[in-house]
């Protein structure tokens, strides 16, 4: 089934993880990182200080996470995602109307937790619960969501905190969750039934029956507790590659600025290379579903990191204008391929009877990482490291741990 019928078919689902992708890149850095003068402003506080609150709060959202991702195993869908939806919706307002530093602290923990955090957990882990032979597909449609943030939401956050200022923009965005994305969700959740979900063509017997063996099969899967899932050998595996997406990315969207200093060219050429990222990232997101539908997320998993340790080896070579387009592009092949590849196999190693306990703890590792990556960033520069030897390093380092799980194809 190509991707329209898909779509077709399935449309008030895959509709309701993307709405909740999109909407979590609110509580994204790329996002929350465009509010920093205005409340270094308000607050009088130095940068320093303000990043050291931000990191502070991500870190412990991180660990909450751990907690609160997996109560989607055992709530009602449609009960776990008001609360997830009410609870982003209420950082949003704790955010316009912070009047100190500790509210500041709690208004980005709560922003990070619920949005950067809960609002995709609950979309990618309903599409890896409730698809299994379009898998891939149902995933990579929830992971749109993203890049098409990316692509419109920048320009348009900037426009309105110029125009009316950063707390009304938050109470706008507090507004636009209640409003559009609330009775969106909850009135799809309301119609939806598992037993609707169309993933193969109905004259398809063979596909009806494999359909029928993986639903009569899930209550026989083993149940993976989070500390089984740190016990098994496939932790080791994983957490390395998710650690490393959020970490690089994290820290060279973080430094960007200064990268272009270093390399000498134009901000405007370092960010309109993100352009090509956005793109890339859709193309390849659409691209991954099929290929995991048909291979299986394990045999594609070895090779998610490759394009992104490429360009950040051409980011550290060259100093053409045409070097970033380059390597916005190549990191934008990551992004696109790894949210619908890991996810997928999540659900393919571990199950989907507890698959939201089991993304929560490497959800855990991604959210630390995106914290580490801009201290540890700052720490290698502050020993004497240029930019292109971190970049050689994390390169290096990206090649062997795809090599260490390259096995794990079979």
Not at 266 to 283: D, K
Request: aromatic share 16%; charged share 10%.
């Amino acid at each position: 089934m190509n991707y329209y019928n898909f779509f077709k078919a399935n449309y008030g689902i895959l509709l309701f993880g993307g709405i909740l992708v999109f909407f979590s890149n609110f509580g994204q850095a790329f996002l929350l990182s465009l509010y920093i003068p205005s409340i270094l402003e308000s607050f009088e506080i130095t940068r320093s200080e303000y990043s050291l609150l931000y990191s502070s709060a991500t870190l412990l959202s991180a660990f909450t996470i751990i907690f609160a991702g997996k109560m989607i195993d055992r709530f009602d869908l449609k009960k776990f995602a008001f609360l997830v939806i009410l609870g982003f919706a209420t950082a949003c307002m704790v955010a316009a109307l912070s009047i100190n530093i500790v509210m500041l602290f709690f208004a980005v923990f709560l922003l990070r937790f619920f949005g950067q955090g809960m609002l995709s957990h609950t979309a990618m882990t309903t599409m890896g619960r409730y698809f299994h032979l379009a898998r891939g597909k149902a995933l990579s449609i929830s992971y749109l969501g993203f890049p098409i943030g990316e692509a419109i939401l920048p320009l348009t956050i900037i426009s309105v905190i110029a125009i009316a200022g950063w707390r009304e923009t938050f109470m706008i965005t507090a507004a636009l969750v209640v409003l559009v994305l609330m009775p969106i969700a909850m009135i799809i959740i309301s119609r939806f039934k598992p037993d609707d979900i169309i993933e193969q063509p109905s004259k398809d017997t063979t596909a009806k029956n494999e359909k029928i063996n993986s639903k009569e099969g899930i209550s026989n899967e083993k149940t993976f507790s989070q500390r089984d899932v740190l016990k098994s050998k496939y932790f080791i595996y994983f957490a390395p590659t998710v650690m490393l997406i959020g970490f690089t990315l994290t820290a060279l969207f973080f430094f960007q600025t200064f990268i272009a200093d270093f390399k000498g060219w134009p901000l405007e050429l370092m960010a309109g290379g993100i352009t090509g990222y956005a793109s890339a990232s859709i193309v390849f997101s659409i691209i991954a579903g099929p290929l995991i539908d048909k291979f299986t997320a394990r045999k594609i998993f070895p090779f998610v990191l490759l394009p992104l340790a490429s360009g950040i080896v051409v980011l550290s070579l060259f100093t053409h204008p045409i070097a970033p387009v380059f390597f916005w592009t190549l990191a934008g092949i990551t992004a696109g391929i790894q949210s619908p590849v890991i996810n997928a196999l999540y659900a393919e190693v571990f199950g989907v009877k507890t698959l939201g306990s089991v993304r929560s703890l490497f959800t855990f590792v991604m959210v630390f990482s995106t914290a580490l990556g801009p201290i540890v960033y700052s720490l290698l520069l502050d020993v004497g490291l240029s930019y292109n030897s971190i970049h050689y390093i994390i390169a290096g380092i990206i090649v062997l741990a795809s090599a260490s799980v390259f096995y794990f194809r079979k």
